[in-house]
């Protein structure tokens, strides 16, 4: 049960990335742009056929291929591997794992079948400011939250549990 819902939660995580992307490639127009609020939340419709904020974008064409799809392919498959067979990890790491997941099928699929992948929202809030991004780049970015706090809530119980070891071997 465990696994069909983590695979559930890569397959929502993709989902909601390509109905957002499809829904602005066929409602925006190349660098319209939409203010959501204000000049701090605006939409505007770009490609990216690089990776994170353009890296990769002016590689030639097989190191390209390489490097933005099959290795990323790769990842994925052992990412998808390592989530289904892990049990004993916390709930917050497969949840990580299962939005980063997500995100990062969302992004290749699209650089496989598109050539590029669909950016769309742009923040401009105080000392927020980013590039523009897609709901993929979201989930992986909250995978990678959660994969932190599971990572030290893990080993917050693994030095918990070191103390009462060695309090009960003190006490015996």
């Not at 790769?74 to 980063?100: C, T």
Request: charged residues 20%; neutral net charge; contains cysteine.
């Amino acid at each position: 049960m465990r696994t069909i819902l983590l695979l559930l939660l890569v397959l929502i995580n993709v989902g909601c990335d390509q109905v957002s992307k499809r829904i602005v490639r066929e409602k925006i127009d190349y660098y319209e742009e939409i203010k959501i609020v204000d000049r701090y939340f605006v939409l505007t419709k770009v490609e990216n056929s690089g990776a994170f904020l353009s890296l990769g974008n002016n590689l030639p064409g097989i190191v390209k291929i390489i490097f933005l799809s099959i290795l990323p392919a790769l990842i994925l498959l052992f990412g998808l591997y390592y989530l289904i067979q892990q049990d004993k990890n916390s709930a917050w790491l497969s949840v990580g794992i299962a939005f980063a997941l997500g995100g990062g099928i969302g992004n290749l699929y699209d650089r496989i079948l598109y050539g590029s992948v669909t950016d769309f929202m742009h923040i401009d809030y105080l000392f927020i400011k980013t590039g523009i991004f897609n709901m993929a780049d979201v989930s992986i970015m909250t995978g990678m939250i959660l994969i932190i706090i599971g990572f030290w809530a893990q080993r917050k119980n693994e030095l918990r549990l070191s103390e009462i070891e060695q309090n009960t071997k003190h006490n015996t």
